[in-house]
């Protein structure tokens, strides 16, 4: 049981670029998320799902995207990359006791 | 809209001395409340939750926290800080008022602890 997988684990992005974020667990959890954390501000949620084929925006979604085919898989998609997305990305997946299961998170740096 | 807030972002505590980080939350509904730790160059980790039974909830590593609703706290304490307590603590609260069960998490304080 390997709970929430990220890769890559570090990325560096030119501005103008795009990628895709993979995230994947293997919990069987319907709900999904994807924050990003910059330093000193805690983290912030950019989009989340309940289920496969279900997305919505979080609090900072501009400049992402999202899709949810699978249950167990949820990619951030990244278009057009700047200076202002450089953070640490977390994708998480929640229990029905509303525990939040994070993977180990992706370093992106955007120049 | 649900907030939280973590007083002081750093925290400096001597190896055996009692560890305390503070949030207070705001919620118009009865909230679940959790503590999440993050080690270095790694994701949060679940120290506890409170889920409306116990107000005194017992985590890992010794860590525990109380839910006070009359003061809209839930305060993170250990008795007897170690060198592996050093990582940054973040408080969250979980909007059950909204569909796709939301956390909304505090700005974090990060401890280090002095040998």
């Known amino acids: 049981n390997a709970g929430v997988t990220q890769t890559p684990k570090f990325r560096i992005l030119k501005i103008g670029q795009s990628m895709t974020l993979q995230c994947t667990q293997d919990?069987?959890?319907?709900?999904m998320y994807w924050y990003r954390q910059d330093p000193g501000m805690g983290l912030k949620l950019i989009y989340y799902s309940v289920g496969a084929g279900i997305t919505d925006k979080g609090e900072v979604p501009n400049g992402y995207n999202v899709s949810r085919s699978t249950t167990e898989d949820f990619p951030l998609r990244l278009e057009l990359a700047a200076p202002s997305q450089t953070s640490v990305y977390f994708c998480?997946?929640?229990?029905?006791?509303?525990?939040?299961?994070f993977g180990p998170g992706t370093r992106l740096t955007v120049l | 809209a649900q907030s939280v807030t973590q007083l002081g972002s750093h925290v400096s505590v001597s190896e055996g001395a009692l560890v305390l980080l503070r949030c207070n939350y705001s919620s118009s509904v009865p909230p679940y409340l959790f503590w999440y730790v993050q080690y270095p160059n790694q994701g949060l980790q679940l120290l506890l939750k409170y889920t409306s039974a116990a107000t005194l909830v017992k985590g890992i590593n010794g860590f525990e926290a109380e839910f006070k609703k009359s003061e809209t706290s839930f305060h993170l304490t250990k008795p007897s800080a170690h060198m592996s307590d050093a990582a940054e603590y973040f408080c969250?609260?979980?909007?059950?008022?909204?569909?796709?069960?939301?956390?909304?998490f505090g700005g974090g304080t990060r401890v280090l602890v002095k040998p």
């Open positions: 969250a609260v979980s909007d059950l008022s909204a569909a796709g069960n939301k956390l909304t």
């Open positions: 998480a997946s929640s229990d029905p006791t509303d525990t939040q299961y």
């Open positions: 919990m069987n959890h319907n709900y």
